[in-house]
């Protein structure tokens, strides 16, 4: 099994390589003017000079990856055009927003997903599975942001019971002083025992959750049931049922273990899902997290922001997929 | 190009397998009638100018005096900001989110599927380069890459295409290449081998046709997906721009007034909603029947 | 010692896509307790078919029962609910050994686990007193080196191993009827002497009842005092082994005797497979049969007695030796 370890994290080294290559060609190399592109539309002739031979864009090839894959190395994702500050500076205060919604999506994922398609597989083609389908597949058709808009406008402007925006109400953050320990205003909130910040803050994450959850709760719900119908087409779950085991322990741990391989495969996949749909409704929410840090440079055109939050999701993309991976390999079949 | 040929010649048998496939989709009522639905879009799309009530508001003209109106019975889904009818706008949007998605997923398969075959049925280096590209290709989040690539290249609707093929790829290449090498161990495959066919018509004649089955499952999901991408990128910014009516395009604008006009983000929002709804819906239907181990008996 | 699995009037169909087909029609079969009886029939026969119909596991929605009663002392099994079947009846009084062993073990459970997870559900007992009977059983089904066999997983044992996995796994439930459904067929013949031994010394230890259910005539001889042979769903003959295999009375079972060489010296009596046209309303063995009469094409033969125990559906079987 360490074999196999090393060999993935091999591979995924050379995966992340090819990462940094592919936007090493988009920022340099495909543009007509790179230089212009690094210092933005507005900039003078004189600036986009500048920029170029900061660049070292005329320098050969090879010279300008190296400086590039360095700079990347140290964590010098460049200069916001918008904000003037480093970004990695601006990705690390936008993080916890973030990863905030990513959590609870992928936890309703898989507290909601997985059960919901094992029943489904369980009861195939007998009403809950009907409804379960329906949903699942519903659901992934929607466009993510629409739901956030048109739950803005049912929740907040028709009926007035859920915020509009942000974390926190504007009150809140006037009046008090909220806690900073790990970042996460829930999680701070919580252990100093603030609890109307708590609530409020939860009260403000509802809708932003639940836009982002949904995609990937269909998705995983719907792999699960394949999965799982595929494997209780299997001898082994006949023979467990000829030996009298009870039904439930047949289902929830012969059948669902089998299908660990699978489910860390559509776990990780949705969690990349729910990462992108921040990207399209956290600034419909004002939510401070990464999504409206991207959603705000596409439409100034700022490009090193652009890069930055790409090159940091990919890689962590990549670092998620290693860890589902190694998951898999725990399953015994694969030690051989 | 004589493979080609092959590969068209092994297609004749299936064409009883393929209508049979069609009669065992229909006997779900569901699928009939999401294929019912996406004839009536494909309809609509073609048909256009014809159906909408002010064909010109789709494309340029304007109209400032009846601005953001409620839906009446002359709009029927209401005016936007610059007067235009919402009805019209959405209609044509069908055609430009057909039209795309038919285009990004047919030339995502012409590039994913061959080189996906070659990968699998020739092995050893080839495989392994190939198939290293297609970790890295899929090693970024869906969409992330073709906001990427759609920002750099520039703004435009062709460009987010663009950006959609080169992210959309990885995954048939992936998905061919494997059962390609599953087949390749089998014993007609080394038979055809053994009395020296050539490669490539081993490639394109024997081993492509039997593993075009998943493939086929994955691209008409992927209608569906590739529509919401579209939406998406144009929701963004850097897809379709404005006139054009694309419905993320037109749910981006809308953000601006709909507190105040809900027809304006609601009906754009429910047709990318029913047209993704029924390609998943076929999608699944073709699943079932395809595979056999889901198959009903 | 009475009857005390009796199967009357069983009539099983499969439906596939275009149309049900007939799997199993069972006028009657019955096994005494304490006895193996030998149910011999050529692939498709419908033989695992009867094996899951008597649990209850015929998968849905392709299996139908149409009709029939499968009397296990004093009930009728096709009348029980599922919930009943799954705490009264399967493990703790019926069990299965499966054909394919690394099919029916679960991939990615130890072993010893999945031996484990039964006697807990079966034996009711805890915790190490588990692990101490899984070895116990091991060690019954002759398995060297218990303790690090335990920990292993399907994939890494040989197709002699698993099955006695699998027979220590159904001896584990402590049932009083096993239904071994060709537990020998994917091994070598080498190994099948030792698991058929196994079987036999098992079954006169703990005095079960046992349905071995196999394809080759010659295997039923060595394990069963009864035998019956299936053909196309239907109980065509049936008696004490020794009867049937020497003395065969239809057609169909004299063919599968014959078959088997006994030496270089005895030529090879192959019946030829007359091919006439199906009797769609008469003898299913009628294509095949070299001694049908008219009768054959218009009824079904029943079991009739001929000769002793034996019982044979067969018109001019039964009838040339009334």
């Not at chain 1, 050379?14 to 990462?19: K, P, Q, R, S």
């Not at chain 2, 694309?246 to 009906?267: C, D, H, K, V």
């Not at chain 3, 698993?162 to 049932?175: D, H, S, V």
């Amino acid at each position: 099994m360490k074999k196999f370890i090393l060999r993935r994290l091999f591979l995924g080294m050379i995966v992340l390589l090819g990462v940094v290559i592919i936007t090493f060609f988009l920022t340099r190399v495909i543009p007509s003017d790179p230089a212009a592109k690094w210092v933005g539309p507005r900039a003078k002739p004189e600036q986009i000079a500048k920029a170029r031979i900061e660049l070292g864009l005329d320098k050969p090839l090879y010279v300008q990856f190296f400086k590039y894959l360095t700079d990347l190395v140290q964590g010098d994702l460049g200069h916001s055009l918008r904000t003037r500050r480093p970004i990695m500076l601006d990705l690390k205060e936008n993080l916890p927003a973030t990863i905030e919604l990513v959590l609870i999506s992928t936890i309703a994922a898989v507290f909601i997903g997985i059960p919901l398609g094992v029943i489904s597989a369980k009861r195939k083609d007998q009403w809950l599975d009907h409804i379960s389908r329906l949903f699942s597949v519903g659901v992934v058709s929607l466009p993510t942001f629409w739901v956030a808009l048109i739950m803005q406008l049912v929740f907040f402007r028709i009926l007035g019971i859920l915020p509009m925006g942000g974390q926190l109400s504007t009150e809140i953050k006037l009046t008090m002083e909220i806690p900073k320990i790990t970042g996460f205003i829930i999680f701070d909130s919580l252990i100093t025992g603030n609890f109307r910040i708590f609530f409020d803050a939860l009260w403000h994450l509802i809708m932003p959750g639940i836009s982002i959850a949904l995609y990937p709760i269909g998705l995983v719900a719907r792999m699960t049931r394949s999965a799982l119908l595929e494997i209780l087409s299997n001898d082994y779950i006949t023979a467990a049922r000829s030996y009298g085991l009870k039904e439930r322990t047949v289902l929830w741990s012969y059948a669902l273990k089998n299908s660990v391989g699978t489910t860390s495969t559509v776990v990780a996949l949705s969690i990349g899902y729910a990462l992108v749909n921040t990207f399209l409704t956290e600034s419909i929410f004002s939510w401070p997290g990464i999504g409206s840090y991207i959603a705000t440079a596409v439409i100034g055109l700022d490009y090193p922001a652009i890069m930055g939050v790409t090159i940091f999701s990919a890689i962590a993309y990549v670092i998620l997929n290693l860890i589902a991976d190694i998951v898999i390999a725990l399953d015994p079949r694969v030690r051989t | 190009m004589k493979w080609f040929s092959e590969f068209i010649k092994t297609l004749q048998p299936r064409i009883r397998e393929i209508r049979m496939s069609f009669y065992l989709l229909n006997r779900n009522r569901l699928q009939r009638v999401s294929l019912v639905i996406i004839c009536i879009l494909v309809l609509i799309a073609i048909f256009a100018p014809l159906i909408s009530p002010f064909p010109s508001h789709a494309i340029s003209a304007t109209n400032p005096g009846d601005k953001l109106l409620p839906p009446s019975s002359k709009y029927i889904f209401g005016t936007d900001e610059l007067g235009r009818d919402m009805f019209s706008r959405v209609i044509f949007g069908t055609r430009i989110s057909l039209v795309t998605a038919i285009i990004a997923v047919g030339l995502a398969l012409l590039i994913g599927v061959p080189l996906g075959a070659i990968a699998g049925g020739v092995g050893g280096v080839v495989d392994e380069i190939i198939m290293r590209i297609t970790d890295v290709f899929l090693s970024f989040p869906p969409l992330l890459l073709a906001i990427a690539i759609a920002a750099f290249l520039g703004p435009n609707l062709e460009n987010a295409i663009l950006a959609i093929i080169v992210s959309w790829w990885p995954w048939y290449t992936r998905i061919i290449r494997g059962q390609a090498v599953s087949i390749r161990e089998r014993q007609f495959v080394r038979a055809a081998r053994a009395i020296g066919t050539p490669m490539p018509r081993i490639i394109f004649g024997h081993i492509l046709p039997n593993t075009l089955a998943p493939v086929i499952v994955q691209a008409s999901m992927d209608f569906g997906s590739v529509i919401l991408t579209i939406a998406a990128l144009s929701f963004l910014g850097i897809g379709a721009q404005p006139p054009t009516p694309e419905w993320g395009l037109l749910i981006s604008t809308s953000r601006t007034y709909f507190m105040n006009a809900w027809w304006y983000s609601t009906f754009p929002g429910i047709a990318i909603f029913i047209t993704v709804l029924v390609f998943n819906l076929i999608g699944d239907g073709i699943r079932e029947v395809l595979d056999p181990r889901t198959r009903k008996f | 010692m009475g009857v005390f699995f009796e199967i009357k009037n069983l009539s099983v169909g499969f439906r596939t896509f275009e149309s049900e087909r007939r799997v199993l029609d069972i006028e009657s079969l019955s096994i005494n307790r304490g006895e193996t009886f030998g149910l011999v029939g050529e692939s498709g026969a419908g033989k695992t078919v009867l094996a899951l119909t008597i649990l209850g596991l015929l998968p849905k929605p392709a299996g139908v029962i149409h009709s029939g009663e499968i009397w296990f002392d004093g009930e009728d099994l096709l009348k029980k609910s599922e919930k009943e079947m799954t705490d009264q009846y399967r493990g703790k009084r019926i069990t299965m050994i499966f054909q394919d062993p690394m099919s029916t073990l679960n991939p990615v459970f130890t072993v010893g686990q999945q031996i484990e997870n039964v006697i807990k559900k079966q034996q009711s007992l805890k915790g190490s007193q588990c692990t101490r009977r899984a070895a116990e059983l091991l060690d019954t089904v002759k398995l060297p080196d218990v303790a690090s066999m335990l920990k292993k997983y399907p994939h890494e044992l040989s197709g002699g191993q698993r099955q006695r996995i699998i027979i220590a796994m159904a001896l584990a439930c402590g049932a009083e009827f096993l239904i071994a459904d060709e537990p020998t067929r994917n091994l070598d013949v080498t190994i099948q002497a030792g698991i058929l031994k196994l079987i036999g010394d098992l079954q006169k230890e703990l005095k079960i009842s046992v349905l071995f259910i196999a394809n080759n005539v010659g295997l039923v001889n060595v394990v069963c005092k009864n035998a019956g042979i299936l053909y196309q769903g239907k109980v065509v003959e049936a008696g004490s082994s020794g009867s049937v295999i020497r003395k065969p009375k239809h057609p169909y079972t004299q063919m599968l005797i014959s078959a088997i060489p006994r030496d270089k010296s005895e030529k090879l009596k192959f019946a030829s497979i007359m091919i006439k046209p199906e009797a769609i309303n008469g003898c299913p063995y009628y294509s095949r049969c070299p001694i049908a009469v008219s009768d054959c094409i218009e009824q079904i033969p029943m079991l009739q007695p001929v000769d002793g125990d034996q019982r044979v559906a067969c018109f001019v079987a039964a009838g040339g030796s009334r």
